[in-house]
């Protein structure tokens, strides 16, 4: 519990301090302008890396499709608009993100297919500590840290730990039969 | 609760402050229904004792004010951290949705939009290529065009859009299985009173979170607010655990979840008043005025943390944002309120048909395999989707597609008009501009889209991954509109000398704006599902910052939920919560029939008597064989089994922790002990073992009605207190038990609907 806050006001911090500090990266702002079809030019798209004060059509639209006394007339149908973006959000956010997937999927793959071959492989066929509620159930979490684990003889920050980790799996068998099975909730 | 004597209620209090709280009594059952009127009386208890101690010392003041600020510091965090998740899942989001084209090579973190930001070689026509973007085909065969590389596109887009939707419920079956849905029924049944443990926890907000994007991301015909509520719910809930004041009172910690479900629609749609109206109007029960200021506070927060974050890189909060400023005519409102009965006709065929679908999943094998249902879908929408460019697109940004007016400055094949301008003669007669054919395309391929639209939504609404329901009606509201408005646009340039567009429509301007009719369409189709009506409105005004359009808006939700409500009176959400058989009372369904308490009430004339304790006859024994031979939750406690005069209520769970509490704790308690719930033990001879009093888990003040009082009163009794039972007398003696359960089967029997259906208490 106190882990997951940890890692939350450390996410939320850093997006806020991120977000303040690099947009001033020249390469996220830009000055987009829009000019349609004008006589006989074609629309185009014109961008730069200028600043507020400058993002206007003489300043962005660069060469100038027409000449003096029609520089006006294009310029007034043209739309600019001045956008700036945070590339290190965007960086930083989708590295976390994957990295939090990854994580999941690896502990994922951990649960249903190393967890039960390294049971079977310590404990052979024949140790299966039923517990209660799960008599025949096939689902990964049923009785493989119970057989894997030796409680008494660890220390005590583990047991906990163990402890937790057991708890959590039998909750989520319980939703998971209550959503998947009977279909009680969230049907 | 009155006051004694003077004397004798000073000695009470005394004596119960040398008895300890037993450590675990007024705690909840996993799916059972809390009782509102014992946890306010909780609160203000501890309110009162806080405020009594607070002139003692600086300490105590410190802590009174630190109680009375934690409100707000937690609804604070709640909108930080929603506005935070909600800016990482669009990010992250918007990201994969790309992935399932092709990649950014000089930095793979931005999607297309952001790839070509900075190049020059966009082009008027195609504003979207530029050199830096390498679609699929590209990387892998070498060739950007040619039948060769769309095949592989095609089976890249296919390839992706498995594997994300595979990926997303394989982590919501291993690890958060109730992280699946939309949620905002759950929420309902939740801040009505229920509890459903682990819903609203830590590895739910995670799973959410992860899986909403993959889900989004995979082309799945699902949005994200919904989703996005239960994110911002959880937020709420893990944050109220640090305060003592809400993780201890079910009844104050649903005041943080109504204020966190208002920050998390005000992320979605970047509406903090809508998500506060919305808030009061479909998710919360009871919304007191310091809820309401709360959760604006909330939105509001939540909205600024996530402009900051600015993922759009255009400071706006929702992508299809948009400013109009075009003025509509009153003929228009006939188109208007077409829509409107379009919105209310395909929400009331949703709601059935969905309803239809997710039963047939519920009770029959289909249900069996949701990863393969997962898979199944998202194969036949990845398919029919990527032909149909409309569809291959991600929705919002369909949305945003369709509701912007085609200015000059737009280049879309929707906005390919002929133009009649050539040169300097820009003004013509006739205020419209007839449709190239590339307005006739895309009008065939939006036909196309709408009809696989609303087919896909009805079996993908309710899959076990993250699924929301608003983006999908709004866009399926959005094309109709837009294809209504180019049709009225063309019927006015074909025949522009009727009477209605001569009248009203000036020469040289653009007289309709299809833009505007996609809009109504949009808030048309949502209201017509989920039946909302003023937040619905509110949200779109500030989605397009106007009160120009609020007359056209009313209009078309109004129509829309009187067509609806002419079908079924519930919205999606009420009908998911009675399909799954929450206990929920809904309190906008009026109860008008004339029934009497005596006919609802429990025992039956068929049934076994009444289970009730005795004040002082009773032993620890019979006290447990009670409890293991029935299955009630509480029972009445009255005087004596002759005068069946009440005396209050206790709960199973109360006893069954007293009762072992008092094995651990006092010694001296056996099988044959007896049992009191009056102040003083009960006279007994010399040599029994030491009695058992249990007057501290007993409410003495249970709610009672009369045998003949109107069942009307009854359920209003049960709305407005938010009772879990209540008591029938007959002359003052103890009849029966009328429980919310058995309200709800007989409201459902009165509606003819099966009552066995309910399936919690």
């Not at chain 1, 980790?165 to 099975?181: A, G, L, M, Y």
């Not at chain 2, 009162?48 to 009174?64: P, Q």
């Not at chain 2, 905002?184 to 899986?211: A, D, Q, V």
Request: proline share 5%.
């Amino acid at each position: 519990m106190k882990t997951m806050f940890v890692i939350e006001a450390f996410y939320l911090a850093c997006f806020v301090l991120l977000s303040q500090v690099t947009a001033k990266n020249s390469e996220d702002i830009r000055c987009k302008c829009i000019c349609p079809p004008y006589r006989d030019i074609a629309g185009k798209i014109y961008k730069q890396n200028v600043s507020l004060k400058d993002c206007n059509c003489l300043h962005v639209v660069e060469p100038m499709p027409v000449d003096g006394k029609d520089v006006e007339a294009y310029c007034l149908r043209c739309e600019c608009k001045y956008e700036e973006r945070s590339s290190g959000t965007i960086k930083f956010t989708i590295i976390v993100y994957l990295s939090i997937l990854g994580l999941l999927l690896l502990y994922m793959v951990y649960l249903t297919l190393l967890e039960p071959m390294l049971k079977r492989r310590l404990f052979g066929h024949s140790q299966l500590i039923q517990s209660d509620d799960d008599v025949g159930d096939q689902q990964p979490f049923a009785n493989a840290h119970n057989v894997l684990s030796r409680s008494h003889s660890r220390p005590n920050m583990l047991n906990k730990v163990e402890h937790a980790q057991q708890r959590w799996r039998r909750q989520v068998q319980e939703q998971r039969k209550s959503v998947f099975d009977r279909h009680v909730v969230l049907s | 609760m009155s006051n004694g004597g003077g004397v004798a209620s000073s000695t009470t209090h005394l004596l119960d402050f040398l008895e300890e709280p037993i450590p675990g009594v007024g705690t909840y059952d996993d799916f059972h229904t809390i009782d509102w009127v014992r946890e306010k009386c909780k609160d203000r208890e501890r309110h009162r004792k806080i405020n009594s101690k607070k002139k003692e010392s600086a300490w105590e003041f410190t802590k009174s004010l630190y109680d009375a600020w934690s409100g707000w510091l937690v609804v604070t965090l709640t909108g930080l951290a929603s506005g935070a998740l909600a800016g990482l899942i669009d990010i992250a989001a918007d990201w994969m949705n790309d992935l399932k084209e092709g990649v950014c090579l000089s930095a793979m973190w931005f999607n297309h939009e952001q790839c070509c930001w900075t190049s020059n070689e966009t082009t008027f026509a195609e504003r979207d290529k530029c050199p830096q973007w390498k679609s699929w085909a590209e990387l892998i065969l070498g060739q950007a065009e040619g039948p060769g590389s769309y095949i592989m596109n095609y089976f890249m887009y296919i390839y992706w859009a498995l594997s994300f939707a595979f990926l997303a419920v394989c982590l919501v079956k291993v690890f958060a299985p109730y992280a699946c849905g939309s949620g905002i029924p759950e929420i309902k049944t939740i801040l009505s009173g229920f509890i459903i443990r682990g819903y609203l926890g830590k590895w739910t907000l995670m799973i959410k979170t992860i899986t909403l994007v993959l889900a989004v991301a995979s082309g799945l015909s699902l949005g994200k607010e919904g989703p996005l509520v239960h994110v911002a719910c959880c937020c709420g809930n893990i944050f109220s655990y640090l305060f003592p004041k809400y993780s201890k009172n079910e009844a104050k910690k649903r005041e943080v979840l109504s204020a966190a479900s208002a920050a998390g629609v005000s992320v979605a749609f970047g509406a903090p008043i809508g998500g506060v109206l919305f808030s009061l109007e479909e998710v919360s029960y009871y919304f007191p005025l310091k809820t309401l200021w709360r959760s604006f506070f909330a939105a509001l927060v939540a909205a600024f943390v996530l402009r900051s974050i600015n993922p759009f890189g255009n400071s706006r909060l929702v992508l299809f944002y948009v400013e109009y400023h075009t003025p509509w005519y009153l003929f228009e409102l006939i188109p208007f309120i077409l829509l409107g009965v379009f919105g209310g006709l395909w929400g009331a065929f949703f709601i059935r048909a969905n309803i239809a679908w997710c039963r047939r999943r519920k009770s029959t094998r289909f249900g069996k395999y949701p990863v393969l249902e997962v898979i199944f879908v998202a194969t036949i929408t990845a398919v029919v989707a990527f032909p149909n460019p409309y569809t291959r697109q991600n929705t919002s940004e369909l949305i945003k597609e369709l509701f912007t007016d085609c200015g000059p400055l737009e280049s879309s094949q929707l906005c390919q008009y002929r133009s009649q301008m050539n040169g300097s003669k820009a003004f013509t007669d006739n205020p419209n501009r007839p449709a190239g054919p590339g307005v006739y395309a895309a009008m065939w391929q939006l036909c196309l889209a709408l009809i696989f639209k609303i087919i896909m939504t009805i079996f993908t609404f309710g899959l076990k991954v993250p699924s929301g329901l608003f983006i999908p009606s709004m866009a399926i509201g959005a094309i109709a509109g837009r294809i209504v408005g180019i049709a009225v646009e063309q019927l006015a340039y074909y025949h522009h000398d009727w009477f209605l567009f001569k009248e009203w429509c000036e020469v040289g301007a653009d007289c309709i704006t299809p833009g505007l009719y996609a809009m109504v369409g949009a808030a048309a189709c949502l209201g017509g599902v989920t039946r909302m009506t003023v937040s619905l409105v509110v949200i779109v005004f500030e989605l397009t910052g106007g009160l120009e359009y609020i007359v056209p808006l009313m209009a078309a939700v109004m129509t829309s939920k009187w067509v609806g409500d002419a079908f079924g009176r519930e919205g999606i959400y009420e009908a998911h919560i009675r399909l799954n058989g929450y206990p929920f009372l809904d309190a906008k369904e009026e109860f008008t029939h004339t029934t009497l308490a005596r006919e609802v009430m429990r025992p039956r004339r068929s049934d076994p008597p009444l289970a009730v304790l005795t004040q002082d006859d009773l032993t620890v024994e019979e006290l447990q064989g009670v409890i293991n031979e029935t299955s009630y939750n509480g029972f009445p406690v009255i005087v004596s089994k002759e005068s069946q005069r009440l005396v209050g209520f206790a709960l199973r769970r109360d006893i069954t922790i007293a009762i072992e509490n008092a094995r651990r704790k006092q010694e001296g308690i056996m099988l044959n002990s007896r049992v009191y719930f009056t102040q003083h033990a009960p006279t007994l001879p010399a040599d029994s073992p030491r009695p058992l009093k249990l007057r501290s888990i007993l409410d003495m003040s249970p709610f009672t009605v009369t045998d003949h009082t109107p069942m009307e009163i009854v359920v209003d009794i049960f709305r407005k207190l938010g009772l879990r039972q209540c008591l029938v007398t007959h002359n003052g003696r103890l009849l029966g038990i009328i429980t919310k359960k058995d309200i709800l089967r007989h409201m459902a029997q009165m509606a003819n609907q099966d009552p066995e259906s309910i399936m919690f208490n």
